[in-house]
């Protein structure tokens, strides 16, 4: 069903007025994890500055060790919740467990399924039966294949509403967090007819390659990038190392703006 011999034409995702495919750039902005009302506002309101439509923050965190920080769970959802009825931005976050979608569904405009559940096949199938636009990350170590075969599992459920996020594959290279497969995206634009953001946060896990790998992520034709931002990284309950704070940011979203960088003029 998500194959383009079955659909040649691009599915286009719309949340009210915000719609992701439909060729204009669209930007994920957020906290790594929801910590509280204010931390998620201050970020809101950047985020709203910039043009920017779709807020994320994490309250269902996977993490590696079972002593970091685990988040607010459904508190998270409210305040982001909040946050986003605040700045008029649409909001996105994990949803981890496939009892939870339906919570999920009641506090967000858009749900993600994070890599380490791309083949929680029970997950998938409850995202599949929801009518909510669902944003899925390719997991750690899946191919392309797999990934295709993932989203498959939600839109043969009924839900064809369906976002695929490049966030870097576990390779040998120990440079970056992961290792962003740029060639994912045409690759996955050409076999499928959903669109296709990249996480420059976890695929990088470097500040200072945020800015290159948007860059070339918007230049190969990425419908969109999703990006970790916090008003003090230093003291981030999770992704310290990766997330932005706000001034740099801000020149992250000028320097993206810049009109010979978006896919339509390469
Ligand atoms: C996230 O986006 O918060 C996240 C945990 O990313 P991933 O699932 O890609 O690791
Ligand atoms: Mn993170």
Redesign the pocket.
């Known amino acids: 069903l998500v194959s383009r011999e079955k659909k040649p034409t691009d599915t286009v995702i719309s949340v009210d007025d915000v719609s992701v495919g439909n060729g204009e750039s669209q930007f994920v902005i957020g906290p ?2 929801v910590e509280s009302q204010v931390q998620v506002d201050t970020v809101a309101q950047s985020v709203k500055e910039q043009g920017v439509n779709i807020l ?1 923050g ?1 309250a269902f ?2 993490r590696t060790s079972p002593y970091d920080f685990q988040g607010l769970g459904e508190e998270g959802l409210k305040i982001l919740r909040n946050s986003g009825d605040k700045y008029g931005l649409k909001v996105v976050s ?1 949803i981890t467990n496939p009892k939870d979608i339906e919570v999920g569904s009641q506090y967000l405009d858009i749900i ?1 399924i ?4 791309m083949q929680n096949f029970d997950l998938l199938k409850e995202a599949g039966k929801v009518n909510k636009p669902i944003l899925l ?2 997991g ?1 170590a899946a191919t392309i294949n797999e990934f295709i075969n993932a989203a498959e599992y939600i839109v043969s459920q009924g839900n064809s509403d369906l976002i695929l ?1 490049e ?2 594959i576990r390779t040998y290279e120990t440079a970056t967090r992961n290792t962003l497969d740029i060639t994912a995206v045409p690759v996955l634009k050409q076999e499928t007819h959903l669109p296709v953001m990249v ?1 420059v ?2 695929s990088t896990g470097r500040r200072d390659l945020l800015l290159p790998a948007a860059k070339a992520a918007l230049a190969v034709g990425a419908d969109g990038v ?1 990006a ?1 931002v916090h008003p003090d990284p230093a003291v981030a309950l999770s ?1 310290s190392q990766q997330q932005m704070d706000i001034p740099t940011f801000k020149y992250f979203m000028e320097q993206l703006r810049q009109p010979n960088l978006t896919a339509h003029n390469i």
């Not at 994070?114 to 559940?117: E, F, M, P, S, V």
């Open positions: 790594c994890s994320r994490g965190k996977p994990e993600q994070g890599a380490r559940n990350k390719r750690l996020c966030r870097g996480d946060t976890h999703m970790e992704d």
